[in-house]
């Protein structure tokens, strides 16, 4: 059960330029939190409508998420202070299946976040493919280093890692045949590539989507994709039905 | 302990506070968060003849103590409605208003009549979505077609008939008597305002669709003006929204006129506000001595 509620600010800390890992002292989200769901956070008296920001890491009582400043809302959100509170509603959405087997995680710049959970739910099991614009970019290597098999990085002026992007070196390890599924968050181009080379090879795949969202709970219908459900079109909710969709299911 | 029963239109609802239409679904998402019996009233998601898929995202823009939407009134159509969303609705025993938009004066009426019997309390004709082409503002800015759309829902209409009025109109009042005129047995108002924003880096408006409807506290001035005018301008009751967040912004709209009060983009930021408003509202009749929630209907003292 989603709860909303105001909870404390225990940690914070600057991963790359305008990109902020912080903390929360929050139990009831954290004990319920699945990877690939987010939480809506208030960001500021001004401002009616919450920012989904997906859960990063969760220990014990504590909730982790990144983010990146984009506006005013998530301005304000970095300028709060360790011991700070902070207005949360969450667990929301449909995460993740975490599939049993060898999984292929592929993400591209702050969505990297959410893989990072999944990869720490079954340590050493997991093969990631981390895309960045560039070195200064690039972030949380070294925690998906402790909790992956392999990490590949890659960045689109080679200055760290592979040059190239996140869907570079997929062919090659989906060729590989050991994977039996691939968990994608990122730019939608880096998601519709995913889901053609997983489509290409037999592989199951999920995809994270972002939407400008409203409520966050399913009822305002911003956040509307467009779905095939049996061959049919419909409209989804990302906030509800996703952010994490089969990507057979999402119209590309 | 106050009394916070209404009589409305004939209606009898439990207390003044009711969701206001397109914020609120068909009320399965927020039965997770409270017991929706504990509403006056839920006036469900926009409907239409047939199913519509609405605008291209974005759909959503936020504003000053605001938001721009411009959903396009997606939503199942009015058969899947009754089918499957009004017999989980009716377990609630709330007040279930079903709100309606046309493309014509005649599927207004038709949606009208299969509403009827259908289990529903009170249709309340939107006139006033101004995110669609065909049907709704285009109907509630002229007050010959507001008369004519009411008339035409009255004539096949069992149960009491709203009409949602736009605040896009320089004089809401002839808006308003025009649709007592035809019948209309209450008047709701207001729906959004229209709106725009511009992204400055690219020049593009933020939504898909360029323009939507302005609601949050931002109106809240605005639309206790609006329920104050069309007070004065008629004698059929108001149901009365626009930015209402907490039990004293729902005092200030009673005290202009209303008689009831809908939450709407409350519910976006805290999935509870209803319970809030009707909370926040029964603390203030209780703090000022107030018997029954109808004594601050109107009770506005000018200066």
């Not at chain 1, 992956?148 to 062919?171: I, Q, Y």
């Not at chain 2, 823009?61 to 969303?85: K, S, Y």
């Not at chain 2, 809401?172 to 209309?184: K, L, M, N, P, V």
Request: proline share 5%; charged share 20%.
């Amino acid at each position: 059960m989603p709860v909303q509620s105001i909870f404390t600010i225990s940690n914070m800390r600057p991963l790359a330029p305008g990109v902020f890992s912080m903390t929360f002292d929050a139990p009831e989200i954290a004990r319920a939190a699945k990877p690939g769901q987010f939480v809506h956070i208030k960001c500021g008296h001004s401002r009616p409508l919450r920012r989904p920001i997906s859960v990063c890491d969760v220990r014990g009582d504590m909730l982790t998420v990144v983010f990146e400043v984009r506006g005013a809302g998530t301005r304000w959100l970095a300028s709060r202070a360790v011991g700070r509170k902070a207005d949360i509603l969450g667990p929301l959405g449909r995460g993740f299946d975490e599939p049993d087997g060898k999984m292929l995680l592929v993400g591209g710049g702050l969505g990297v976040a959410p893989l990072l959970f999944a990869a720490s739910r079954s340590p050493g099991v997991a093969t990631a493919v981390l895309g960045f614009r560039s070195r200064e970019n690039a972030i949380l290597i070294n925690e998906f280093e402790g909790v992956c098999e392999d990490v590949f990085t890659v960045t689109d002026d080679g200055s760290r890692g592979l040059r190239g992007t996140a869907t570079s070196p997929l062919a090659e390890l989906l060729r590989s045949g050991k994977y039996t599924s691939i968990l994608a968050c990122g730019p939608r181009a880096m998601l519709s590539a995913t889901a053609e080379l997983a489509s290409a090879h037999g592989v199951y795949c999920e995809v994270s989507l972002e939407e400008r969202m409203g409520c966050g709970v399913g009822a305002c219908l911003v956040c509307a994709c467009a779905t095939r459900d049996h061959g049919e079109d419909k409209m989804s909710r990302v906030c509800k039905d996703g952010p994490v969709f089969d990507s057979r299911e999402v119209v590309w | 302990m106050a009394d916070m029963k209404v009589l409305f239109a004939g209606v009898e609802f439990k207390n003044p506070v009711l969701t206001a239409s397109g914020t609120f679904g068909f009320g399965r998402e927020y039965a997770e968060y409270f017991d929706l019996s504990e509403l006056g009233g839920i006036c469900v998601k926009g409907l239409t003849a047939k199913p519509r898929n609405g605008n291209p995202a974005p759909r959503i823009a936020e504003t000053p103590m605001g938001m721009l939407n411009a959903v396009g009134l997606q939503n199942p159509g009015v058969d899947a409605f009754i089918r499957t969303e009004l017999p989980f609705l009716r377990a609630f025993g709330t007040r279930i208003v079903a709100n309606i938009s046309g493309e014509s004066v005649e599927e207004y009426a038709e949606m009208a009549e299969k509403l009827s019997g259908s289990g529903v309390d009170i249709i309340e004709v939107n006139v006033s979505c101004p995110n669609v082409r065909a049907g709704g503002m285009q109907f509630g800015t002229d007050p010959a077609a507001v008369s004519e759309v009411t008339r035409a829902v009255k004539k096949r209409s069992d149960v009491p008939v709203l009409v949602k009025l736009s605040p896009n109109v320089t004089d809401i009042a002839e808006i308003a008597r025009a649709a007592e005129g035809a019948g209309a047995d209450a008047v709701s108002l207001i729906n959004t305002l229209l709106g725009m924003r511009i992204d400055v880096n690219t020049r593009r408006p933020v939504l898909a669709n360029n323009t939507g409807g302005l609601s949050g506290a931002a109106i809240l001035p605005i639309a206790v003006r609006m329920v104050w005018q069309v007070k004065n301008a008629v004698k059929i009751p108001i149901l009365g929204m626009g930015g209402i967040f907490s039990g004293e912004d729902a005092a200030e709209m009673l005290l202009a006129g209303a008689s009831l009060v809908a939450v709407g983009t409350a519910s976006l930021t805290y999935p509870n506000a209803a319970i809030s408003v009707r909370d926040g509202l029964a603390d203030y009749l209780n703090t000022h001595k107030i018997g029954s929630v109808t004594e601050l209907s109107g009770g506005i003292i000018l200066n």
